[in-house]
């Protein structure tokens, strides 16, 4: 897979650094989640050590947006592509003790796996 890198400034000051994969909407997702901050994560409290999660994480935008606001996030992923990418980006900005990544999906029969 190729990889572009680009740099972000969130809202809130921080620079993320983001790999993106040719030919696909990663920039998008991660520009939109991060520099627009679409999900209003600049308005979130994390004066007590928050968490998150975030479910259905794709290119990992808003993982990263609340990492850079020092939040613990549980991010949750099934596919092994988008799954390689959180990984790569959260790893190059150096927040990996914070995030929690689940490499399954989510369903509404309990016990059941996929």
């Known amino acids: 897979m190729q990889y572009s890198r680009h ?3 969130a809202p809130w000051g921080t ?8 030919g696909t909407n990663d920039w998008n997702t991660l520009y939109s989640c991060i520099t627009q901050d679409e999900y209003k994560i600049a308005d979130l409290d994390n004066s007590n050590g928050g968490v998150c999660v975030d ?3 794709h290119a990992g935008g808003c993982t990263l947006a609340l990492l850079s606001r020092g939040f613990k996030v549980i991010a949750v992923e099934p596919l092994p592509e988008n799954t390689e990418l959180i990984m790569k980006n959260v790893e190059i900005n ?17 016990g059941k796996s996929v």
């Open 7 to 9: 740099e972000f400034v």
């Open 15 to 22: 620079e993320i650094i983001v790999f993106c994969r040719e």
């Open 55 to 57: 479910i259905g994480a």
């Open 94 to 110: 150096g927040w990996t003790k914070n995030l929690t990544l689940h490499k399954k999906a989510i369903g509404d029969i309990s």
